[in-house]
């Protein structure tokens, strides 16, 4: 069983940044992966970033060269910089324990002018 509690979402400006970060709790050495979703309005969730046991990092397109997955310990940050408008979306966290999907809440992010 894993607890996942996000923060720092907020309203930027484009270019600007955010840092977002997740508590996680429960049977944390366990872990495979970790990483982030979102949902933008109207679109389905798609997975932003991903960072294994390992140490290994994943990306999606749209985000690579703009947003870095770090994690320590029971912690995993997001650090998202030069933002666009179309990065607005709840952003969740995530977690693989034995292939089985935990999500947090969400935290919004808007990105606009």
């Known amino acids: 069983q894993v607890q996942l509690v996000e923060s720092g979402g907020g309203l930027v400006q484009p270019g600007g940044s955010l840092r977002l970060s997740c508590a996680a709790s429960?049977?944390?050495?366990?872990?495979?992966?970790m990483g982030w979703y979102r949902q933008a309005p109207g679109k389905q969730r798609e997975l932003v970033a991903v960072?294994?046991?390992?140490?290994s990092t994943n990306y999606t397109d749209s985000v690579k060269g703009r947003f870095t997955i770090s994690r320590d310990n029971a912690m995993v940050f997001l650090q998202m910089n030069s933002l666009k408008p179309e990065d607005t979306a709840v952003y969740y966290c995530?977690?693989?324990?034995?292939?089985?999907?935990?999500w947090g809440k969400g935290t919004l992010v808007t990105v606009s002018s």
């Open positions: 995530w977690c693989d324990l034995f292939a089985m999907n935990f």
């Open positions: 429960g049977i944390i050495s366990r872990i495979y992966a």
């Open positions: 960072v294994t046991s390992g140490g």
